[in-house]
């Protein structure tokens, strides 16, 4: 049985405009945490690699609005599925726009050491 590991996931998060009354952007906090373990079981049921991006704003109450997932068609639903659980806090509505990479893992010895990781940066 082979596992597969989400290798990366590199999320950028574009501002958009929104009412002065929100000081502080929404945000996911622990999406670097979150998504590879709900997207773990997703990877072992599929069992293969696959590229998808995902688009969804996080409204002024924390609430995940999904845009657009694309890419391999049998990751989709798990894809959304996870943007759903995500626990965000609600502020100025944030654009999210995430690239997901699912892949095997090189050696089995070396699975600990690359860890499922994501990145999240602000886009200027």
Same mark, same amino acid.
């Given at each position: 049985?082979? *596992? *597969?590991?989400l290798a990366t996931v590199t999320a950028t998060l574009l501002g958009l405009a929104a009412p002065a009354a929100f000081a502080d952007p929404a945000v996911c906090p622990? $999406? %670097?945490e979150q998504l590879p373990e #709900? #997207?773990? =079981?997703a990877m072992q049921r599929q069992g293969r690699e696959g590229d998808m991006m995902a688009e969804f704003e996080v409204d $002024?109450? !924390?609430s995940v609005r999904q845009i657009s997932v &694309? !890419?391999?068609? &049998?990751y989709r639903t798990p894809v959304r599925l996870a943007l759903e659980s995500l626990e965000c806090h609600g502020g100025t509505p944030q654009r999210y726009v995430l690239r997901i990479r699912f892949a095997?893992?090189?050696?089995p010895s070396e699975l %600990?050491? =690359?860890a499922p990781m994501i990145a999240i940066s602000v886009a200027r």
């Open positions: 049985m082979k *596992f *597969f590991t622990n $999406a %670097a #709900l #997207l773990a =079981s $002024a109450k !924390g &694309q !890419g391999y068609r &049998q095997e893992p090189v050696k %600990a050491a =690359s």
